[in-house]
């Protein structure tokens, strides 16, 4: 299994742009995970899915912040319109939990490095 | 809610040595699950090691082991015969075994390694 892929590795864009943030969980994964970490704040879990629905969005900082998961194999984070606060790692995880039995935590995937000037 | 605790922001051990870096968290839950995640430079989060809450046994990988304390809520990672490319950040995560899915991550230790 390639893990989970995210892209792109990097991305500059000025103040006001929009940026989307994609990200391929491994296959038979059903949970998904957008963390973003900064210096200031460490890791902070932005929003994740169970089987493709958003179960806790409680992280997303605002409404400039969105994800969405349109099936299985991939995800979206967008932010419209992107700010210069915004510049952080931002990685996508995924797991797999069965209804009973053990949690062999998360994979994450490299992170996209997002720099907004 | 939950939280997580590392109270060394930093530490550095001589190669080949022993390191135990700490963490310690709150929660009222009896049944939860306890992580140590690597950050290399190159930022990718590696799993090091889980512990069930459930299980008496201390866990181990390797060099990697954990002294497990439910009781004091602590949850201790010790690296023995320590190697270059142990340096990374280490952190210390919770996740409960029932409900919410999310891991709350501690804030990191920085592991340097001298030669």
């Known amino acids: 299994d390639a893990g989970v892929i995210q892209s792109p590795r990097h991305e500059v864009t000025e103040m006001g742009q929009e940026v989307t943030l994609r990200c391929k969980p491994i296959?038979?994964?059903?949970?998904l995970f957008w963390y973003r970490q900064t210096m200031m704040r460490g890791l902070e879990l932005l929003i994740y899915f169970n089987n493709n629905v958003p179960i806790d969005d409680s992280g997303m900082p605002e409404d400039r912040f969105s994800a969405k998961m349109p099936n299985a194999s991939f995800s979206t984070l967008k932010i419209q319109p992107s700010e210069p606060r915004d510049s952080a790692v931002y990685f996508c995880a995924s797991s797999f939990l069965p209804v009973q039995g053990m949690d062999y935590g998360y994979t994450f995937g490299s992170g996209t490095r997002l720099t907004v000037v | 809610a939950q939280t997580v605790t590392q109270s060394q922001p930093e530490m550095s051990v001589q190669e080949a040595e022993t390191v135990t870096l700490s963490c310690t968290y709150d929660?009222?839950?009896?049944?939860?699950?306890l992580f140590w995640y690597k950050q290399p430079p190159s930022r990718q989060m590696i799993l090091v090691i889980r512990q069930e809450a459930y299980k008496q046994q201390n866990a181990t990988e390797n060099r990697f082991s954990v002294n497990f304390q439910k009781a004091a809520k602590s949850f201790s990672l010790k690296i023995s015969d320590s190697q270059l490319g142990d340096a990374a950040m280490y952190f210390c995560a919770y996740r409960s075994r029932f409900g919410n899915e999310k891991l709350t991550f501690g804030t990191g230790t920085r592991l340097t390694i001298i030669p």
């Open positions: 296959s038979g994964h059903n949970s």
């Open positions: 929660t009222s839950e009896s049944d939860y699950y």
